[in-house]
């Protein structure tokens, strides 16, 4: 069978280009050896947020009785809660299953290797011809010297999220993103969690400002999450009393479970790139162009495999930008701003640049900054963690970047997203009525802030 387009991946990247080349039009089919939705709905974004909600509960539990609400201890059943957290997982992958087949596109279960132009090899001797190739394989999870996730005491994310128990124990290695976001949940499950980072801060390769990141860590740190920065994990000794993991600095922690959580790395190799001359970089990352070409004629590639930030929304947005490419000719939206959430409590979100990066840029800014705690809504939620900040350009005042960090700042982004991909002025936040007591009030007030006219906090 000849297509207009075979997709390898079916990851938020290739399955949202199958379903949109489908709608407009196109022949697809979509290859994936595995399960439809990928790491993200299937082994990361999805499951981790499920065991975020469920697990703030336990928490939430706790903080209530200052609220003058006390609960008896909860009697947690662990497989019943991995059963739930897969049950979520399912109903969204059957989900996707559903909308592929109603926009009439082909899945084929297999693994595929391009052979050549226009020429897909699958696992189960079978060929796929068409004239364009997509590939969107993702990334996984990279190990280090000294740790292997052939171990069984080391954990990739992937382990962690099957919750296959509690371990007493459990010493992280990667303060980056996954690191803490499941740092956060077996914290909350109760295991006793250390955190090493080799760098000197947490969540050292992302744009956030530093005072988000002070608050972060105190946060972690008032939960019961121990922090070591300046640590870099080098190897692991099995004792008596459990395993060691040793550091570069000579200091040892023991662990029941280790979780290594230091990057990933692009899903490139096997793929059969090199069949059409598109070899991947040193690191595993596939050259493209602004359409996502890669430097074979007919071959794109999307997502976690191109450089950029890992995450399923840029993938998803690669896979539409294409999309729109391929059936229209169209150009252009590879540029748009990426809004990232870190699931921590509490939450940390952030668009566009951070005060220092803009100030790095040479931008010339103004600033504007908002706590939860003088937000009605936020304390009513006994959630007084946290501030919204927001940078502008200060000729324009064109809203440049915003970095939220408390409750529910994951859903806030939305609103400082829309502005910064749309050169908004700071005005059109804070001219815009928003309703009271809401906790995107925050970000109204910290865009007044930057206009020297917050109501609620002074001015300075
Ligand atoms: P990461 O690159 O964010 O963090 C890895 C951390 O490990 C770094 O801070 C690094 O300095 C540290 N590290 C490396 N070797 C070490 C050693 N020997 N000892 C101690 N520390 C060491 O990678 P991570 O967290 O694995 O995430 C991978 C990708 O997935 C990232 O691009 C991330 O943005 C993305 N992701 C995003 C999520 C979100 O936005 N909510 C959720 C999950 C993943």
């Not at 250390?194 to 050292?204: F, G, K, W, Y």
């Not at 970047?401 to 050169?423: F, K, T, Y």
Request: net charge negative.
């Amino acid at each position: 069978m000849k297509y207009d387009v075979a997709i390898v991946g079916a990851g938020p990247g290739g399955y949202v280009a199958a379903i949109r080349m489908a709608q407009l039009g196109m022949n697809v089919a979509l290859i994936e050896e595995r399960d439809l939705g990928g790491v993200c709905l299937n082994r990361g974004c999805v499951p981790t947020k499920a065991l975020y909600s469920a697990t703030k509960l336990l928490e939430r539990a706790e903080s209530a009785r200052s609220m003058g609400i006390s609960f008896p201890v909860p009697d947690l059943d662990l497989s019943a809660l991995a059963a739930w957290k897969d049950g979520v997982v399912s109903r969204l992958v059957n989900g996707v299953a559903t909308l592929l087949k109603a926009n009439k596109a082909t899945v084929i279960q297999a693994r595929g290797t391009i052979a050549a132009r226009g020429r897909i090899d699958l696992s189960t001797g079978e060929t796929v011809e068409a004239e364009r190739i997509v590939i969107a394989t993702g990334s996984s999870p990279v190990e280090i010297p000294g740790f292997g996730f052939h171990d069984p005491r080391v954990w990739s994310s992937d382990d962690a999220l099957a919750l296959p128990e509690v371990p007493e124990r459990l010493v992280v290695i990667g303060g980056g993103v996954i690191g803490l976001e499941i740092a956060t949940i077996y914290n909350r499950l109760e295991s006793e969690v250390t955190v090493l980072e080799m760098m000197p801060e947490i969540l050292p390769g992302i744009d956030i400002d530093r005072r988000a990141i002070a608050t972060l860590k105190r946060a972690l740190h008032a939960q019961g999450i121990t922090i070591q920065t300046d640590t870099a994990a080098t190897s692991l000794e099995e004792t008596a009393d459990g395993a060691v993991v040793h550091t570069k600095s000579g200091d040892a922690f023991y662990a029941d479970r280790v979780l290594l959580a230091v990057g990933r790395r692009p899903n490139s190799a096997g793929v059969g790139l090199e069949n059409v001359g598109a070899e991947p970089d040193r690191r595993g990352f596939v050259a493209v162009d602004e359409n996502l070409q890669t430097s074979a004629n007919g071959v794109y590639a999307i997502g976690d495999i191109v450089a950029g930030p890992m995450l399923a929304h840029r993938a998803s947005n690669d896979a539409l930008v294409l999309a729109e490419h391929l059936a229209n000719g169209k150009h252009g939206g590879r540029d748009r701003v990426i809004p990232q959430a870190i699931f921590t409590d509490p939450e940390i979100a952030s668009v566009g640049l951070s005060e220092k990066k803009a100030k790095e840029e040479g931008y010339d800014i103004i600033v504007g900054r908002f706590p939860y705690a003088a937000l009605g809504k936020a304390l009513g939620m006994n959630e007084p963690d946290g501030f919204f900040q927001v940078v502008a350009e200060a000729d324009s005042q064109r809203l440049i970047g915003a970095q939220i960090i408390g409750a529910e700042a994951s859903s806030l982004i939305a609103e400082a997203s829309i502005a910064v991909q749309n050169n908004l002025p700071l005005e059109a936040i804070a001219d815009s009525v928003h309703a009271h007591p809401t906790l995107p009030e925050g970000l109204k007030e910290a865009a007044e802030a930057a206009l020297g006219r917050a109501i609620h906090a002074v001015n300075r």
